[in-house]
T-cell receptor, first 116, second 114 residues
Framework: NAGVTQTPKFQVLKTGQSMTLQCAQD?????MSWYRQDPGMGLRLIHY???????DQGEVPNGYNVSRSTTEDFPLRLLSAAPSQTSVYFC???????????????FGEGSWLTVV | LAKTTQPISMDSYEGQEVNITCSHN???????ITWYQQFPSQGPRFIIQ???TKVTNEVASLFIPADRKSSTLSLPRVSLSDTAVYYC???????????????FGGGTRLMVKP
């Protein structure tokens, strides 16, 4: 069972570079989201999507773009990387509907990003 | 999502029972209570979920009083491998709602000592 797959796992960027973190899920989940987690801190929501073609901002959206062209994929783009974006990024998904299908969030294994 | 309050950190010793309490005074009728566990360098993973009274699985128990304004995650006989951050979430996650953001608080950092 693949679940939620994130790539790359580790990445070093120079300030000003752009890159895309990939996220894919094979559970046919409607809801996908991106979080960042700074050292010793909790998770903060960056962007989320409730279905293909629909995205919205979370708590800390500045400097990031997302798109949802398919149900399976939800890439996160860093437009111009800054040292403040050094963090661990987690992609998550959950289903909607049904008695219990929407109440469990599945996380990817994380992407460690360093901006120098 | 209902706002939750948890202790920032807790210490325990191997073999002890650990109880982590989460306060959620404005919980709504359709809200469920869900706990997640996060080990260092990993994404959070689902532990247990409940609506009222008591729920038990192979990992933990969840106690919810009648007023549902708080809940207690109970970890029986912890081991060093239970050292992790534990997050309490409250909300009806089944509802597809563009405004239904999933936000995590800081969680409770549990340190189990030998």
């Amino acid at each position: 069972n693949a679940g939620v797959t994130q790539t790359p796992k580790f990445q070093v960027l120079k300030t000003g570079q752009s890159m895309t973190l990939q996220c894919a899920q094979d559970m046919n989940h409607e809801y996908m989201s991106w979080y960042r987690q700074d050292p010793g801190m909790g998770l903060r929501l960056i962007h989320y999507s409730v279905g293909a073609g629909i995205t919205d901002q979370g708590e800390v959206p500045n400097g990031y773009n997302v798109s949802r062209s398919t149900t399976e994929d939800f890439p996160l783009r860093l437009l111009s990387a800054a040292p403040s974006q050094t963090s661990v990024y987690f992609c998550a998904s959950r289903g909607v509907g049904g008695k219990n299908s929407g109440n469990t969030i599945y996380f990817g294994e994380g992407s460690w990003l360093t901006v120098v | 999502l209902a706002k939750t309050t948890q202790p920032i950190s807790m210490d325990s010793y191997e073999g002890q029972e650990v109880n982590i309490t989460c306060s959620h005074n404005n919980i709504a009728t359709n809200d469920y209570i869900t706990w997640y566990q996060q080990f260092p360098s990993q994404g959070p993973r689902f532990i247990i979920q409940g609506y009222k009274t008591k729920v038990t699985n192979e990992v933990a128990s969840l106690f919810i009083p009648a007023d549902r304004k708080s809940s207690t995650l109970s970890l029986p006989r912890v081991s060093l491998s239970d050292t992790a951050v534990y997050y309490c979430l409250v909300g009806d996650l089944r509802i597809m709602n563009a405004g239904n953001m999933l936000t995590f608080g800081g969680g409770t950092r549990l340190m189990v000592k030998p």
